[in-house]
Nanobody
Framework: QVQLVESGGGMVQSGGSLRLSCAAS????????MAWYRQAPGKQRELVAS????????YYADAAKGRFTISGDNAKNTVYLQLNSLKPEDTAVYYC??????????????WGQGTQVTVSS
């Protein structure tokens, strides 16, 4: 069984920074993609950023470009999301998502529990 555990959310003022972490543990042989999504109240969950294949190939949503940075530590099966220049509209629950292969060579696909980011004006 694979688990994703997130940390690093909190409350900051506009313009502040936070660093989110998501660690994957369990029966993991490989990880294909690790990503961060967010869901604001009354809105659909949206992709913020992703990192693919552990090679550093990244994708950013337009709202994240220039302010957020996704990075990974393959040895720790951990992905980070550095949030800079935060705005009130970044307020949301941030979810980690990952997929990969387990020790039985089956594909797995999991979400973290979510971490709240609140940005005050």
């Amino acid at each position: 069984q694979v688990q994703l555990v997130e940390s690093g959310g909190g409350m900051v003022q506009s313009g502040g920074s936070l660093r989110l972490s998501c660690a994957a543990s369990g029966s993991i042989v490989s990880i294909n993609t690790m990503a961060w999504y967010r869901q604001a109240p009354g809105k659909q969950r949206e992709l913020v950023a992703s990192i693919i294949d552990g090679r550093g190939n990244t994708y950013y949503a337009d709202a994240a470009k220039g302010r957020f940075t996704i990075s990974g530590d393959n040895a720790k099966n951990t992905v980070y999301l550095q949030l800079n220049s935060l705005k009130p509209e970044d307020t949301a629950v941030y979810y980690c998502h990952a997929d990969g292969t387990d020790a039985n060579y089956r594909h797995w696909d999991h979400w973290g529990q979510g971490t709240q980011v609140t940005v005050s004006s």
